[in-house]
């Protein structure tokens, strides 16, 4: 197997659970903020959590093997800077993201988690455009 096609497979594969992981986590999350009861709210951030930090971490797959498909050009030309444009500030905040969940774990309050809501939801709208352009590229 020849190196361009690994990376690409690579990418191909590995950018779809971060998408979908990170969409998950925000409905599970938005659920959960308005869920009244105890248990299904904290059930629900739980999974909000979880696909948040595991589609922040296989992120790091996907940004790799775009970054050797692309030989290490940071913007690009073209839709490949259309999808630089919207994959770099999206990759950005997902981490922050995952790490401020990290960080405070449950002990946020209900506004510091409407923040988080807000930024995360703006997270999810830059990553679905990143994947249309990435899309676009192929």
Known sequence: MNSHKFWTDLHGGSTHFPIALLIGSFLFDLIGFYVKQDKASRDLHSAGYYSLVLGALGGFAAVLSGAMLT????????????????????????????????????????????????????????????????????
């Open 71 to 138: 030989q290490w050009q940071l913007m690009g030309h073209g839709r490949l800077l259309l999808h630089h444009k919207f994959v770099w500030p999206a990759f950005g905040l997902l981490t922050a993201l995952a790490v401020w969940r990290i960080m405070v774990q449950d002990k946020s309050t209900r506004r510091g988690f409407g923040v988080y809501l807000v930024v995360a939801a703006i997270t999810t709208i830059l990553m679905a455009i990143s994947g249309y352009w990435g899309g676009e590229l192929l």
